[in-house]
């Protein structure tokens, strides 16, 4: 688990860089259309971390925050490097204990394992998931402390 810690990422420019400073709460892989928006890609990854574990050292001063609100009217709010556009992180208020991290931004993504994917009905329809990889739901999880259990067994185990 110990493993999980001091990971470091930043934005494409390098303006915005952080550091975790403990181990993420879960791992998930999102399909919705505004992940696929977001990410200008097939999906969006999202690495819940608590939001005193992220360490900005260089940068936190840029980030510029854009609004927006997901499919069930809840606030998104959205840090990103004005610079080059990489998203850095969701959360959904300024006082969230916890924040979505886009893992894609980190600086080694090779220990990344996905615990479930989500809204697979607006999945790219090429892609092909492996069914041992864990859940997979066709919109939002009924249970997501069920999904944070099956990291931490999986941390435990790497
Ligand atoms: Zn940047
Ligand atoms: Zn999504």
Redo the contacts with the bound molecule.
């Keep these: 688990m110990d493993s999980a810690i001091g990971k470091t990422g930043g934005c494409q420019c390098g303006a915005v860089r952080y550091q975790l400073t403990a181990p993420p709460e879960m791992l998930y892989v ?3 259309s ?2 696929q928006k977001q990410s200008s890609s097939a999906f ?1 990854m999202s690495l819940i971390v608590q939001r005193d574990a992220v360490d900005f050292t260089e940068g936190a001063e840029y980030l510029k925050i854009w609004d927006t609100h997901g499919g069930d009217g809840q606030l998104k709010r959205c840090a990103f490097c004005p610079e080059c556009g990489t998203r850095i992180y969701h959360a959904s208020a300024d006082d969230d204990a916890s924040i979505s991290i886009k893992a894609g931004a980190l600086d080694d993504t090779g220990w990344l394992r996905p615990v479930a994917h989500i ?1 697979l009905q607006s999945a790219q329809p090429w892609l092909v998931i492996d069914p041992d990889s864990g859940p997979c739901f066709a919109q939002e999880p009924d249970d997501e402390a069920d999904l944070a259990r099956l990291w931490q067994q999986q941390l435990a185990q790497a």
């Design positions: 999102c399909h919705c505004d992940c969006g809204w």
